[in-house]
């Protein structure tokens, strides 16, 4: 489940960007104050969408910042960030991203498993509005884990 990756440390609210590389580094940033990833994986984020384009947003709206465990994933960590005013990233269909959940997976099952538990919750209704309204990162957390509960 996506609440047991969840840290406080992790959630950043209306956090103000100039572009997508800003928000990737904004969003991954607390990954690695944490301790979850290096700052070799951020970069490797911010390499893996110039080199491939913006497949890291995967929802309208929705970005799931991530790279290879290799590139410097420490330990299983997942963040929720919001963005003040959206940014284009390039994805024509989802544009602009306005939530980011940046990922830290030491394995790729853990991936796997995180992607799932984030669609499951994108396709729960209200979920992105609820953490849209949200005002702490205590509150975020609340939200994940009465969602990941409605939907089980």
């Known amino acids: 489940m996506l609440s047991d990756l969840l840290d406080e ?3 950043r609210l ?3 960007a100039t572009d997508w590389e800003d928000a990737v580094r904004k969003s991954a940033g607390p990954l690695v104050e944490l301790g979850a990833a290096t700052p070799a994986y951020v970069d490797d984020i911010v390499r893996g969408v110039r080199e491939l384009g913006p497949y890291i947003v995967i929802a309208p709206g929705v970005a ?3 790279a290879r465990p ?3 994933a420490l330990s299983p960590a997942l963040g929720v960030v919001t963005l003040a005013r959206p940014v284009p990233f390039g994805s024509p269909q ?3 991203v306005r939530f980011l959940f940046p990922l830290s ?3 790729s099952d853990g991936h796997l498993g995180a992607l799932q538990s984030l669609v499951e919750l994108l396709g729960t209704r ?3 509005a609820r953490l849209a309204g949200a005002r702490s990162a205590g509150e975020v957390l609340s939200v ?3 969602m990941e509960g409605a939907g089980t």
Request: hydrophobic fraction near 40%.
């Open 9 to 11: 440390a992790l959630v």
């Open 14 to 16: 209306d956090v103000e």
């Open 64 to 66: 799931l910042p991530h």
């Open 70 to 72: 290799e590139s410097g």
């Open 94 to 96: 989802n544009d602009p």
């Open 105 to 107: 997976a030491t394995d």
């Open 126 to 128: 209200d979920f992105l």
């Open 144 to 146: 994940v884990r009465e």
